[in-house]
């Protein structure tokens, strides 16, 4: 596999992005699906209120969310540090640890661990890192059988489609068609909406992969530096499966994942199912330090920890842009965001949609693959308000905008594809916009103008056809503010 | 959320108008100034002052925005209050200007600019603990809360202590009320549908309440709402907070 | 290539200015006065859709049999050298209608295609528990291996109420967790569960459908205050 690299990182080829319509297609797609919007719609309201349950103490919430920040920015403070010393700690444990530049070099280390040790089928537990190195597609055309065991990620693969949201990946079908699918493909499963019959069925299936998996796959939710300790939450019981059932266990996870101490795990546990669910604490909570000890029963006999760069060592250079990396994937971002809401998580064509998906996105994949996806936000902070570990995400859309519109040329540009948005015509509009604003002579006149003829402008001119579409034209007022209160005696200095 | 530990009275506060109101809402803006002069302030309109400089920043243009900017902190000059009638613009001045300003020989400046910069609901109560005597028909409203007033200026549940003052006025809260209406400035055009599908389900929202008007603190949201159910035929009114606390009292 | 890609990325990351280490605000955890936090924890994991039955330490099995048969359960699951493993085992041998008991003894291996289909339930003790989020605490062991609280559709936790840590935290410090990881740690709160569909609560999906809670009463205590 060639590998051009750049002295500032790598190229990234194949970016968690799709190929095809930009966000704006999209979105408006799925903008005339009324069905869609109903099951996010209904979905989102659900997890928004059982969440603000969880945090109803103002005050506990404020401490605790501090601490959740605190323990991932102080491990990103010392992050190649922390690093190190967990590869230190999980080599003396017994657990292989690889490094993986791209989600290239990633899927050509997860099958070569695969084919040395000549499995052909693979079990994955939910894996977003995963996802973004369309790791199963790589497997699939190597001739590795990998079936996803998450029901969601079960329903998502049988559907042939993408996650639509990273914690609950289907959460954009509904009962009906869920049945219909799983009725298709398992055997003796007739057309049933009873959740029970049909979990029952995934039950029956899943675990005969489980019992015939050569190897297991998992992600990581959290890397403990201090004494090598990959754990892993979840609610079903298939990522424990994965990681103790099959005699191999491959781990993938991002580099940004790592913690200083375990003590810094109990405040992020408290955090992160409460914002992603409203759950106190998933059903399971699976701390893994090493593989099988001679005289253990159970456990995978080999243990495997794959770092994953992928553009985040780029995010790391910039001292704003880095607060991105203290994400912990909880999707509280997602489920408050009103934009995620009417569009659905496709529509991003990002692995990771919303607004995490927004800033980590482009990011990852260059804004001149996805641009557009910054300007998808009204800028509510609807997510900035909920963010467990305090993202600063409105102030990086921004700033990611600013990259974007930037005159081309930068030596060392912040960000992949910086530029690259960048048109004339709306630069100009801000070159005026700042010459009329910033020069009271010019303002004066200009708005007075506007004031006393603004109602005439044509409805075909391109912002009102927009802006008219759904809404009446807005009323200039004839005279300004700044007319009247000068007419009306009010002092102005 | 960034509020000033609670100042004590002045004697004179700058009104920041907005650009907003300049050139579409000049009542809501008159109005504003009015209920603080009511109340016995003397209120400072500089007639150099213009935008706060959002649009530019928020579209990542931020030496047009820190221009821009810099026409304000250059004219607001005293140590006075500034009270901005809008919790987006003054969500900008008083959250984002420090940014703006990082590195700049004015920085210290901006901050300090910053420091001064209070939301007017947020000034009525805790400032001036305004008592207002209803004087208007009865009524039932509803309350469109800004994004930016929640969650850059921490100003909630003040808008509403000013209208439960109203002996006639009967506030009712719309579903989703914290939920963004889908202005967002520049996004209302570049993402038109989106906005569109939003506006609608607020427009939806609001008339569901049965009121007959609808209440913001920010012309932006108010643009945006009013827009969207005058188009849909929908007999509801928008009004700025100020414009209605004064009619309600003073009449108009 | 993964040495390379080591320090590669190592080298691109400490070429970035290492950010200020900022400091550990504090947080306190939750703390719960005795009685309170027995009825915490019970009332958590109920609430997780688990079942609580209070025992006593030598009359347990008999009950346990007794909740067994009520669900149909035929053949259970136990660790042979554990405390709890032989205590059952020596009191269902005097049973007349005990459900037969399968022995964890040999490595997964030779045991799979039983543990995976053929089992109904299994018993485990537990390390600890946890009132904050109403958690049982496990660290596997040979004696008592890790599917045993995965595998079979009925998984039954002994807990020794004075083993009740307010909250993970406490209890991590109180132990030193971190000097001495296991092989493996598992919380676990409640039966497998999914809301993949629609957002409808499904339970068993991969793991147990139930969880069963024997919360062992303190005798010692019991008997000191008497
Ligand atoms: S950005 Fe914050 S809210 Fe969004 S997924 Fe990450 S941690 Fe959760």
Same mark, same amino acid.
């Given at each position: 596999?060639?590998?051009?690299?750049?002295?500032?990182?790598?190229?990234?080829?194949?970016?968690?992005?799709?190929?095809?319509?930009?966000?704006? !297609?999209?979105?408006?797609?799925?903008?005339?699906?009324?069905?869609?919007?109903?099951?996010?719609?209904?979905?989102?309201?659900?997890?928004?209120?059982?969440?603000?349950?969880? +945090?109803?103490?103002?005050?506990?919430?404020?401490?605790?969310?501090?601490?959740?920040?605190?323990?991932?920015?102080?491990?990103?403070?010392?992050?190649?540090?922390?690093?190190?010393?967990?590869?230190?700690?999980?080599?003396?444990?017994?657990?292989?640890?690889?490094?993986?530049?791209?989600?290239?070099?990633?899927?050509?280390?997860?099958?070569?661990?695969?084919?040395?040790?000549?499995?052909?089928?693979?079990?994955?537990?939910?894996?977003?890192?995963?996802?973004?190195?369309?790791?199963?597609?790589?497997?699939?055309?190597?001739?590795?059988?990998?079936?996803?065991?998450?029901?969601?990620?079960?329903?998502?693969?049988?559907?042939?489609?993408?996650?639509?949201?990273?914690?609950?990946?289907?959460?954009?079908?509904?009962?009906?068609?869920?049945?219909?699918?799983?009725?298709?493909?398992?055997?003796? *499963?007739?057309?049933?909406?009873?959740?029970?019959?049909?979990?029952?069925?995934?039950?029956?299936?899943?675990?005969?992969?489980?019992?015939?998996?050569?190897?297991?796959?998992?992600?990581?939710? +959290?890397?403990?530096?201090?004494?090598?300790?990959?754990?892993?939450?979840?609610?079903?019981?298939? #990522?424990?499966?994965?990681?103790?059932?099959?005699?191999?266990?491959?781990?993938?996870?991002?580099?940004?994942?790592?913690?200083?101490?375990?003590?810094?795990?109990?405040?992020?546990?408290?955090?992160?199912?409460?914002?992603?669910?409203?759950?106190?604490?998933?059903?399971?909570?699976?701390?893994?330090?090493?593989?099988?000890?001679?005289?253990?029963?159970?456990?995978?006999?080999?243990?495997?920890?794959?770092?994953?760069?992928?553009?985040?060592?780029?995010?790391?250079?910039?001292?704003?842009?880095?607060?991105?990396?203290?994400?912990? $994937? /909880?999707?509280?971002?997602?489920?408050? /965001?009103?934009?995620?809401?009417?569009?659905?998580?496709?529509?991003?064509?990002?692995?990771?949609?919303?607004?995490?998906?927004?800033?980590?996105?482009?990011?990852?994949?260059?804004?001149?693959?996805? #641009?557009?996806?910054?300007?998808?936000?009204?800028? /509510?902070?609807?997510?900035?308000?909920?963010?467990?570990?305090?993202?600063?995400?409105?102030?990086?859309?921004?700033?990611?905008?600013?990259?974007?519109?930037?005159?081309?040329?930068?030596?060392?540009?912040?960000?992949?594809?910086?530029?690259?948005?960048?048109?004339?015509?709306?630069? *100009?509009?801000?070159?005026?916009?700042?010459? %009329?604003?910033?020069?009271?002579?010019?303002?004066?006149?200009?708005?007075?103008?506007?004031?006393?003829?603004?109602?005439?402008?044509?409805?075909?001119?391109?912002?009102?056809?927009?802006?008219?579409?759904?809404?009446?034209?807005?009323?200039?007022?004839?005279?300004?503010?700044?007319?009247?209160? $000068?007419?009306?005696?009010? =002092?102005?200095? | 959320?960034?509020?000033?530990?609670?100042?004590?009275?002045?004697?004179?506060?700058?009104?920041?108008?907005?650009?907003?109101?300049?050139?579409?809402?000049?009542?809501?803006? *008159?109005?504003?100034?009015?209920?603080?002069?009511?109340?016995?302030?003397?209120?400072?309109?500089? !007639?150099?002052?213009?935008?706060?400089?959002?649009?530019?920043?928020?579209?990542?243009?931020?030496?047009?925005?820190?221009?821009?900017?810099?026409?304000?902190?250059?004219? +607001?000059?005293?140590?006075?209050?500034?009270?901005?009638?809008?919790?987006?613009?003054?969500?900008?001045?008083?959250?984002?200007?420090?940014?703006?300003?990082?590195?700049?020989?004015?920085?210290?400046?901006?901050?300090?600019?910053?420091?001064?910069?209070?939301?007017?609901?947020?000034?009525?109560?805790?400032?001036?603990?305004?008592?207002?005597?209803?004087?208007?028909?009865?009524?039932?409203?509803?309350?469109?809360?800004?994004?930016?007033?929640?969650?850059?200026?921490?100003?909630?549940?003040?808008?509403?202590?000013?209208?439960?003052?109203?002996?006639?006025?009967?506030?009712?809260?719309?579903?989703?009320?914290?939920?963004? /209406?889908?202005?967002?400035?520049?996004?209302?055009?570049?993402?038109?549908?989106?906005?569109?599908?939003?506006?609608?389900?607020?427009?939806?929202?609001?008339?569901?309440?049965?009121?007959?008007?609808?209440?913001?603190?920010?012309?932006?949201?108010?643009?945006?709402?009013?827009?969207?159910? =005058?188009?849909?035929?929908?007999?509801?009114?928008?009004?700025?907070?100020?414009?209605?606390?004064?009619?309600?009292?003073?009449?108009? | 290539?993964?040495?390379?890609?080591?320090? $590669?990325?190592?080298?691109?990351?400490?070429?970035?200015?290492?950010?200020?280490?900022?400091?550990?605000?504090?947080?306190?955890?939750?703390?719960?006065?005795?009685?309170?936090?027995?009825?915490?924890?019970?009332?958590?994991?109920?609430?997780?859709?688990?079942?609580?039955?209070?025992?006593?330490?030598?009359?347990?099995?008999?009950?346990?049999?007794?909740?067994?048969?009520?669900?149909?359960?035929?053949?259970?699951?136990?660790?042979?050298?554990?405390?709890?493993?032989?205590?059952?085992?020596?009191?269902?041998?005097?049973?007349?209608?005990?459900?037969?008991?399968?022995?964890?003894?040999?490595?997964?291996?030779?045991?799979?295609?039983?543990?995976?289909?053929?089992?109904?339930?299994?018993?485990?003790?537990?390390?600890?528990?946890?009132?904050?989020?109403?958690?049982?605490?496990?660290?596997?062991?040979?004696?008592?291996?890790?599917?045993?609280?995965?595998?079979?559709?009925?998984?039954?936790?002994?807990?020794?109420?004075?083993?009740?840590?307010?909250?993970?935290?406490?209890?991590?410090?109180?132990?030193?967790?971190?000097?001495?990881?296991?092989?493996?740690?598992?919380?676990?709160?409640?039966?497998?569960?999914?809301?993949?569909?629609?957002?409808?609560?499904?339970?068993?999906?991969?793991?147990?459908?139930?969880?069963? %809670?024997?919360?062992?009463?303190? !005798?010692? &205590?019991?008997? &000191?205050?008497?």
């Amino acid at each position: 596999m060639a590998l051009e690299t750049m002295p500032d990182g790598p190229v990234v080829e194949n970016p968690a992005m799709d190929k095809g319509p930009d966000f704006t !297609q999209r979105a408006h797609a799925a903008l005339i699906d009324p069905g869609l919007r109903r099951n996010f719609r209904r979905a989102m309201d659900g997890l928004m209120e059982k969440r603000a349950a969880q +945090f109803a103490d103002p005050v506990a919430w404020a401490a605790l969310r501090e601490r959740g920040a605190q323990a991932r920015a102080a491990a990103l403070a010392r992050l190649p540090d922390l690093l190190e010393e967990l590869e230190a700690r999980c080599a003396a444990n017994g657990i292989q640890v690889h490094w993986a530049e791209t989600i290239e070099d990633g899927n050509a280390i997860v099958l070569g661990i695969l084919n040395h040790h000549r499995a052909r089928q693979v079990v994955k537990g939910k894996s977003m890192v995963s996802e973004e190195m369309h790791l199963n597609d790589h497997l699939a055309a190597h001739g590795i059988t990998a079936i996803e065991s998450d029901l969601g990620e079960y329903i998502i693969q049988l559907a042939g489609e993408l996650p639509s949201h990273i914690v609950m990946p289907c959460i954009h079908k509904n009962k009906d068609q869920i049945a219909t699918l799983l009725a298709a493909n398992i055997p003796g *499963l007739g057309y049933t909406e009873d959740v029970a019959a049909l979990t029952a069925a995934a039950r029956r299936i899943l675990r005969d992969r489980f019992a015939a998996a050569d190897a297991g796959i998992s992600g990581v939710n +959290f890397a403990v530096a201090e004494t090598g300790t990959l754990v892993l939450i979840e609610n079903e019981g298939n #990522g424990r499966l994965s990681t103790t059932l099959p005699p191999l266990h491959i781990a993938i996870t991002g580099i940004e994942k790592v913690v200083e101490r375990l003590d810094d795990i109990p405040p992020l546990l408290a955090l992160l199912p409460r914002s992603a669910t409203g759950q106190p604490i998933t059903t399971y909570v699976n701390m893994i330090t090493s593989p099988r000890k001679p005289g253990e029963k159970d456990g995978p006999a080999a243990v495997h920890l794959i770092l994953l760069d992928n553009g985040r060592s780029r995010v790391f250079a910039d001292a704003q842009l880095r607060d991105t990396l203290r994400c912990i $994937r /909880c999707g509280a971002c997602i489920n408050h /965001c009103p934009v995620y809401a009417r569009v659905g998580g496709h529509s991003y064509g990002s692995v990771y949609p919303g607004p995490i998906g927004k800033i980590l996105t482009p990011q990852i994949a260059g804004l001149d693959v996805a #641009g557009d996806l910054p300007h998808a936000s009204t800028l /509510c902070n609807a997510c900035v308000e909920v963010c467990p570990v305090k993202i600063p995400i409105a102030d990086i859309l921004v700033r990611l905008r600013q990259e974007a519109a930037q005159p081309a040329g930068a030596a060392t540009p912040a960000v992949k594809g910086a530029g690259s948005r960048r048109h004339i015509a709306e630069a *100009l509009v801000w070159t005026v916009w700042r010459w %009329v604003y910033a020069w009271p002579w010019l303002h004066h006149r200009a708005t007075r103008l506007l004031a006393r003829i603004g109602n005439w402008i044509p409805a075909r001119a391109p912002l009102l056809r927009a802006w008219t579409r759904n809404r009446t034209r807005p009323h200039f007022a004839g005279q300004t503010l700044h007319e009247r209160a $000068r007419r009306a005696g009010i =002092d102005h200095e | 959320m960034s509020q000033p530990s609670r100042p004590s009275r002045p004697e004179t506060v700058y009104f920041f108008g907005t650009c907003l109101i300049d050139l579409f809402y000049p009542q809501a803006g *008159l109005a504003g100034m009015e209920l603080l002069r009511r109340e016995g302030l003397r209120v400072v309109f500089p !007639q150099n002052q213009s935008c706060c400089a959002q649009p530019a920043r928020n579209s990542g243009y931020l030496d047009e925005a820190r221009a821009v900017a810099r026409r304000q902190i250059e004219t +607001f000059v005293e140590d006075w209050p500034i009270v901005v009638p809008s919790g987006s613009c003054a969500g900008m001045m008083r959250t984002h200007y420090p940014a703006l300003f990082e590195g700049q020989p004015d920085a210290e400046r901006a901050r300090a600019f910053a420091g001064r910069v209070v939301e007017l609901t947020w000034f009525l109560v805790h400032v001036l603990d305004i008592r207002l005597a209803d004087k208007g028909e009865p009524v039932t409203v509803t309350w469109h809360a800004s994004c930016h007033a929640m969650r850059e200026m921490g100003v909630r549940d003040e808008p509403k202590q000013l209208l439960r003052q109203l002996s006639g006025v009967t506030l009712v809260e719309a579903g989703h009320e914290t939920e963004c /209406c889908g202005f967002g400035g520049t996004f209302a055009v570049r993402h038109a549908e989106i906005a569109a599908a939003m506006v609608d389900d607020k427009v939806t929202s609001i008339a569901r309440t049965g009121a007959s008007a609808v209440i913001s603190g920010d012309c932006g949201c108010l643009m945006n709402i009013t827009g969207a159910i =005058d188009k849909a035929g929908r007999p509801i009114v928008g009004r700025h907070i100020a414009e209605f606390l004064l009619e309600r009292c003073h009449g108009a | 290539m993964s040495d390379n890609a080591r320090s $590669r990325i190592l080298a691109r990351l400490r070429a970035a200015a290492p950010g200020p280490v900022p400091p550990r605000p504090a947080w306190t955890p939750p703390t719960y006065l005795a009685e309170e936090r027995r009825a915490r924890f019970i009332a958590m994991i109920e609430a997780a859709h688990a079942e609580v039955h209070e025992v006593d330490q030598t009359t347990w099995p008999v009950r346990l049999r007794s909740i067994l048969a009520n669900k149909g359960v035929r053949r259970v699951m136990t660790a042979p050298t554990t405390a709890a493993g032989q205590q059952l085992a020596a009191v269902w041998a005097d049973l007349a209608d005990a459900p037969a008991l399968i022995a964890y003894d040999q490595p997964v291996e030779v045991l799979k295609p039983v543990l995976v289909r053929d089992v109904d339930a299994a018993v485990t003790m537990t390390r600890g528990a946890i009132a904050e989020t109403g958690t049982l605490v496990l660290w596997p062991s040979p004696a008592e291996p890790r599917l045993m609280s995965l595998l079979p559709p009925i998984h039954v936790a002994l807990v020794e109420e004075w083993r009740i840590a307010d909250s993970l935290a406490a209890l991590m410090a109180d132990e030193s967790w971190a000097a001495a990881m296991p092989t493996n740690a598992v919380l676990i709160s409640g039966p497998s569960k999914t809301a993949d569909i629609e957002q409808t609560l499904a339970y068993g999906v991969h793991g147990p459908k139930e969880l069963i %809670v024997l919360l062992v009463r303190d !005798q010692e &205590a019991g008997a &000191a205050a008497v």
